[in-house]
């Protein structure tokens, strides 16, 4: 950030600007939103794993119909552990929304984003910037785009927050420079 001189008591910070970046409106991401785009993305990370119940749910089958071991209880026990481990995740997921620390992933910022960062502000003066480098992975769903930073943190850049479509096709060129969607 580059600090520019207003009085001398109190510094005041500017935000580096790149005249050729693509500039969006402010948006705030929402809470409901935020867990939805949570959900999908830990099920698509996690949809490996979906494949442990299963085998349990199969191999008491195969036990139940040769008459080797017969139960029900493991049938109730898999389905329960599963709902309460995609649960688990769907509270804390929740509960980010409410915690202090984590409020400014939903302020409302406007971006800056051009092929070195992508700038974060608040205003003219504050903001955050965000290297390529930390993007673990971006995809372009239905109504937007999505930057995964890790597991429940990321950036949500719906279609309707670009002030042109030219904008627009700007930021899609660099998401394609930068690999994250396919040319």
Same mark, same amino acid.
């Given at each position: 950030m580059a600090k520019v001189s207003g009085n001398k008591h109190q510094p005041v910070y500017q935000m580096p600007s790149n005249p050729a970046a693509v500039r969006t409106k402010k948006y705030a991401l929402p809470a409901k939103k935020y867990i939805g785009l949570a959900m999908l993305h830990? @099920?698509?990370?996690?949809?490996?794993?979906? @494949?442990?119940p299963m085998a349990l749910i199969l191999i008491n089958a195969i036990l139940n119909l040769t008459g080797v071991y017969p139960n029900l209880w493991i049938y109730i026990t898999v389905v329960v552990a599963t709902i309460l481990y995609v649960l688990f995740w769907l509270i804390q997921f929740a509960g980010i929304t409410q915690l202090a620390q984590y409020k400014p992933m939903f302020e409302k910022f406007q971006y800056e984003i051009d092929s070195r960062q992508i700038l974060m502000k608040i205003n003219q003066k504050e903001g955050s910037i965000m290297k390529w480098e930390q993007i673990q992975d971006a995809y372009k769903d239905k109504e937007g785009y999505v930057l995964v930073i890790s597991k429940g943190q990321f950036i949500y850049l719906p279609f309707t927050i670009f002030n042109s479509e030219?904008?627009?096709k700007m930021f899609e060129r660099i998401m394609k420079q930068k690999d994250y969607l396919k040319a």
């Open positions: 830990f @099920l698509k990370s996690q949809y490996k794993w979906s @494949l442990i030219h904008e627009h």
